[in-house]
């Protein structure tokens, strides 16, 4: 995937394995996506699983950045909300193969986060990111 953005990986720096250590974000409109968890379109979250969730997810967040014009290689930088970082770890195969699947080979400034909760009592995952839709393309 191309990127409009700069990734920027110092070599000084341990390499990364699906994220960038820094994003240098190419001249553009900033899109800020809101928190976005594995819900449908009638508000369920799809399944029990943080697998299903995160792919929910994913999915409405390429959907909300389309509704801005944006590209999922717009996205500069990605918060990872989870609760519980066990099984994130556990099946970080299969939640690589969802990421690539909605963001392509795109790994912008990424963190993730293990939080006692989230508003949804039944999600395990929630995507936070922040886009910037170059003035040109």
């Given amino acids: 995937m191309n990127s409009p953005h700069d990734l920027l990986n110092p070599p000084s720096l341990t390499k990364p394995v699906g994220f960038s250590h820094a994003v240098t974000a190419a001249p553009g409109r900033t ?21 299903e969730q995160l792919d929910q997810a994913a999915s409405n967040v390429v959907e909300a950045l389309a509704a801005a014009g944006g590209r999922p290689e717009d996205i500069v930088s990605v918060q990872i909300f989870v609760t519980d970082v066990a099984a994130y770890r556990a099946a970080v195969r299969e939640l690589g193969e969802i990421w690539r699947a909605h963001f392509g080979r795109h790994y912008p400034a990424l963190a993730l986060f293990e939080v006692t909760a989230l508003f949804d009592p039944e999600a395990k995952v929630e995507l936070v990111a922040v886009a910037v839709v170059p003035e040109r393309r």
């Fill in 31 to 51: 899109v800020y996506l809101g928190g976005q968890a594995g819900h449908d379109s009638g508000g369920r979250i799809v399944g029990p699983g943080m697998v």
